[in-house]
């Protein structure tokens, strides 16, 4: 039985790309090109859940808990959207240039390094973001099971993946890593990519109720994200916890 989520050969292959987190042209440019379409959807979500009326800091005084924060793509423009952030990873490289970033633009996000499991705080959040984490780890049920035990009642749990399909093979690993070169050749494995009833079930054993699932497709001519229906390669999902 396994009792940690940290998947080393994960680790020392994000640890190695760690300086290139903020590169928008870099080796996350995927993850730069993705983020508007996720805090859209994150952000409208969340507000919908709590019946937020403030426009100028929408997501001030929600408590927002980026499990596998990386270099704090996601808690960056949470901060700034008015939540309180903590970020965590389990990569000590990740998490120094997460800290750096945010000391650089006088953002005040409180970033640890550890695993879900590991992590020694006593606070539990209204909204826990695991996004495109669950493919990198080493047990997504225990995973899932240690981030739960953060989260509020009637709080909110967003997971971004991918799906796997022999498209998601084609597109995810074949497109983006060995012919469009949009990520390093071995990002992915694909035998960790999870199909959505799978995640679904794995959730419904820590009391997390399903509200939305969505498609995330890539237009080349707009060269952007959009939200779809079709969710064969890459969706987002958006749980409450009862």
């Known amino acids: 039985m396994k009792t940690t989520t940290i998947n080393k050969t994960e680790i020392n292959k994000f640890n190695k790309l760690a300086t290139e987190w903020w590169n928008p042209e870099g080796s996350f440019k995927p993850l730069h090109k993705f983020n508007p379409?996720?805090?859209?959807?994150?952000?409208?979500?969340?507000?919908?859940?709590?019946?937020?009326?403030?426009?100028n800091e929408p997501l001030?005084?929600?408590?927002?808990?980026?499990?596998?924060?990386?270099?704090?793509?996601?808690?960056?423009?949470?901060?700034?959207?008015?939540?309180?952030v903590v970020g965590i990873d389990a990569s000590s490289k990740n998490i120094n240039v997460a800290k750096i970033y945010s000391k650089k633009n006088n953002l005040e996000i409180k970033y640890i390094c550890s695993s879900p499991e590991k992590l020694k705080i006593k606070k539990k959040f209204d909204v826990l973001l695991m996004?495109?984490?669950?493919?990198h780890v080493n047990d997504i049920n225990l995973f899932v099971k240690q981030s739960v035990k953060f989260l509020k009642k009637n709080g909110l749990m967003f997971i971004a993946t991918l799906n796997k399909t022999?498209?998601?093979?084609?597109?995810?690993?074949?497109?983006?890593?060995?012919?469009?070169?949009?990520?390093?050749?071995?990002?992915?494995?694909?035998?960790?990519f999870i199909k959505p009833d799978n995640l679904i079930n794995i959730t419904k054993n820590y009391q997390l109720k399903l509200l939305d699932m969505s498609g995330l497709k890539f237009n080349p001519i707009l060269d952007r994200w959009n939200l779809a229906n079709d969710k064969s390669v890459n969706y987002i999902?958006?749980?409450?916890?009862?």
């Open 37 to 55: 379409i996720r805090i859209k959807y994150i952000k409208e979500n969340i507000i919908k859940h709590f019946k937020i009326k403030s426009k």
């Open 60 to 84: 001030k005084g929600i408590d927002i808990l980026d499990v596998g924060c990386g270099g704090g793509l996601i808690s960056v423009p949470m901060r700034k959207l008015g939540a309180d």
């Open 131 to 135: 996004l495109e984490i669950v493919e």
């Open 166 to 192: 022999l498209k998601s093979y084609a597109f995810a690993i074949i497109g983006a890593e060995y012919i469009l070169n949009w990520l390093p050749i071995g990002t992915h494995d694909w035998e960790k």
């Open 237 to 242: 999902a958006n749980f409450k916890k009862n």
